[in-house]
């Protein structure tokens, strides 16, 4: 019973990352990247580097922190894409509060 109820386990984790859908932003416009993003909730744009030749990068972009996990927020982050060379979308991050703790020392 314990490995039917693992092997469900492991079905609906793959079927949840089928789910997304994949796109390469640099053959979309800007405005139909972020259309895109919004009727779909999640996506994941993969794309080239620019700094690096070859080397591609891909992340997974989302509409709203409702499509983030636990502990995560949404995190403004940049794409390229036919238009332009920085089209604006969100990522999902874990909140950085160490930054916090670097611009307010404690004083002893």
């Known amino acids: 019973m314990k490995i039917i109820l693992l092997a469900a386990c492991f079905l609906l984790v793959a079927a949840e990352a089928q789910a997304v859908s994949r796109y390469d932003p640099t053959r979309m416009s800007c405005n139909r990247v972020q259309a ?3 009727r779909q909730g999640a996506v994941i744009l993969r794309y080239q580097s620019t700094r690096v030749p070859g080397l591609p990068l891909y992340d997974r972009y989302v509409r709203d922190e ?3 996990n636990m502990g995560e927020v949404r995190s403004r982050a940049y794409v390229p894409t036919a238009d332009t060379k920085s089209c604006a979308v969100y ?3 874990r909140p950085d509060f160490d930054h916090f703790r670097r611009r307010f ?4």
Request: hydrophobic share 30%.
């Open 36 to 38: 895109t993003i919004a």
């Open 105 to 108: 020392p404690r004083r002893h």
């Open 66 to 68: 409702r499509f983030c």
């Open 91 to 93: 990522v999902c991050k």
